[in-house]
């Protein structure tokens, strides 16, 4: 019994950031499924950590230095994989935990990646377009040993776009002296990204959503839906279940939201975000705010703009029979016992938001073939996996009577570390 690990980590002070939130799951999921304890510690532990300086010529001629990230955690299951973000506050702890959390999310979705995440300690909004080039493609020649292919392959993640993932594949081709696509996903189509990625995270949350009502006897015609963030995730989300026939009765954006029992035209909704940039100044239903939106009448409630939404002091007041996570982080860790002591379902995050790095994984593969896929294949493809790894986690929970969310950390606890005992540690 000695060496199965028991003890919460020392560095869980508290939940000050979701990470710590995240953190604090996996040693309770490492607790119920008695992980060997070295296993614990060799899983904690990132395999490889860079900071790397970038100097970058400013247009007005002044020289500045930026610091660039990039965590391993592991590479047990393949290649890492994980986004690249720039925030004046990003960190290489910020950057270690989000790594790790790539690596449960690429392990439940059966897919052959270890986890990664990078990031550049910028504000992007106070670059021209030229300084961000140049401090892309210093950042990508600077990592040429650590990305590639088959060692590791970045994404988007905040504030990284299509055009920092092409810049990022045309700086590493130039040092290879051919064209290597499959060295970043998330690129525009037209230069080996794949089709349906765009859609790839809301639709993983459509399937993930209908996957749950069929387990726990929701009629997807006519149920209540509740949507706070109206950007890529939860536009998309809305949009694919209105078209099941749900009726989606509450949207927000940072600029507040609208609720309507009868149902909101998503579509309209849509339309008018692309003209005006967010849902402000129009008249969907009844104005409502950001908190009121979590506590509405519904049967599913869509967390899809940012982290530490449900905490400890509304988590009672939650009315929604199925929470799905769409964005990373929404629920404190404070609030998983109200819910379950609720039987509220939740969705965790890394089951519910990973059609994105389910179809990076489609973008990886084709571009490897040079081989590419009618949308169609995609979502096809992209349905078979998520409802794959729905119905892995929901058998987990139910074989070791946990929620969802325990059961998506143990069911990758089990996979990496199964892998990692075959592997064997070298040495
Ligand atoms: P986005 O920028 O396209 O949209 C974010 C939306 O949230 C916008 O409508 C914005 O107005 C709203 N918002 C911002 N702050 C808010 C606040 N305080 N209250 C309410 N709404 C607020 O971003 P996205 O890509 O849709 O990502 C949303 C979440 O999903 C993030 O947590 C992200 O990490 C996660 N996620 C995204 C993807 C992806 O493929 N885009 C994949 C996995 C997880």
Redo the contacts with the bound molecule.
Sequence with gaps: MSNIYKEPAPYHKGEANPFESMLIRFDQAAQIYNLDKGLYNYLKHPVKQVIVSIPVQMDNGNLEVFEGYRVIHDNILGPSKGGIRYAPDVDIEEVKALASWMTWKCAIANLPFGGAKGGIKCDPKKLSVGELEKLTRRYTANMLEIFGPDIDIPA???NTDEQVMAWIMDTYSMHKRKTVTGVVT?KPVIIGGSRG??E???RGVMIATLAACGKINIEPAGMEVAV?????????SAKLLFEKGAKIVAI??????FYNKDGIDIPAAIEF?KAHK??EGSDFGTPIT?EE?LEIDCKVLIP????D?INADNASRIKATLIVE?????TKAEADEILRSREIMVIP?ILA?????IVSYFEWVQDRLGYFWEEEDVNGRLNRMMTEAFDAVYFTALKYNSTLRLAAYIYAIDKVSQVLKLRGIYG
């Design positions: 988007p993640d905040m998330g990625r765009r790839a995270t809301g706070q963030g109206f950007g890529n995730v939860g536009s998309v927000s954006d940072v600029t507040g939201g975000v967010t849902l950001n939106l899809a703009a940012k982290e939404q769409g964005a990373n982080g929404p995050d938001n990973s059609g994105g790095v």
